[in-house]
């Protein structure tokens, strides 16, 4: 179903695992690391016609901080808070409703893989808004709830190392299993088809 739903979406290189892959695969890695957490404030920065930019996601408290820290660093957009991200299904119909009404021109979701993905997928198109992103902890960085790694660690690409140290309970199963796992299936994609030119990546 993840599968599926992702079909819809563009999606941006974001982490080591996925440069491993890349090399492995295609014999290069990928030109930048565009996670959501340095990319999407870099794409609202760039963009100079005012937008109205609506966010979904995290705690109230966190999405409000986010919004705050966005206002500042894009001056230009207008940032709504939409509702956070602790909701049941029987309050969807009026979130949705509430999206469709304000119709903004970027919404970020910000409720964790898979969720956000597949709550874009089952709920939001163009009657919604423009540009739906899944940001996934984007709100809880900018809000400081949340610390990001130092600079030294990104450059070195082990902010995954960090993530994992700040929240172990909740990210063992991301990196500690599914890193390896995913890398094994890369392996096993490349033993079976044998590497692939370069160029069969763009």
């Given at each position: 179903?993840?599968?599926?739903a992702l ?5 941006l290189?974001d982490?080591?695992?996925?440069d491993?892959?890349?090399k492995l695969?295609?014999?290069a890695p990928f030109?930048d690391?565009?996670n959501?957490?340095d ?10 016609r005012p937008l109205t ?8 408290v966190?999405a ?19 509702h956070?991200?602790?909701?049941s299904?029987a309050e ?11 119709r903004?021109?970027?919404l970020?979701v910000?409720m964790?893989?898979p969720r ?6 089952r709920?939001?198109?163009a ?5 739906p ?10 809000s400081?709830?949340?610390?990001r790694a ?6 070195l690409r082990?902010e ?19 890193n390896?796992?995913?890398l094994?299936?890369v392996?096993?994609q ?6 692939r ?6």
């Amino acid at each position: 179903v993840f599968a599926e739903a992702l079909d819809d979406f563009l999606v941006l290189p974001d982490g080591v695992g996925v440069d491993i892959a890349a090399k492995l695969l295609y014999g290069a890695p990928f030109p930048d690391n565009l996670n959501g957490t340095d990319f999407v404030p870099a794409f609202l920065q760039a963009s100079t016609r005012p937008l109205t930019v609506a966010l979904l996601g995290a705690t109230r408290v966190n999405a409000e901080a986010a919004s705050v820290k966005l206002s500042a660093l894009a001056v230009q957009h207008k940032f709504v808070v939409v509702h956070d991200g602790y909701f049941s299904a029987a309050e969807e119909p009026a979130i949705v409703a509430r999206i469709a009404r304000l119709r903004p021109d970027v919404l970020l979701v910000a409720m964790g893989v898979p969720r956000q993905e597949l709550w874009i997928a089952r709920h939001i198109d163009a009657r919604h808004c423009i540009l739906p992103i899944a940001v996934g902890a984007l709100l809880d960085f900018l809000s400081g709830t949340v610390p990001r790694a130092p600079l030294w660690m990104r450059r070195l690409r082990l902010e995954w190392l960090f993530r994992l140290w700040i929240e172990p309970g909740r990210l063992w199963r991301r990196y500690v299993v599914g890193n390896p796992l995913f890398l094994w299936r890369v392996l096993k994609q490349k033993l079976s088809h044998g590497p692939r030119p370069a160029e069969a990546r763009r």
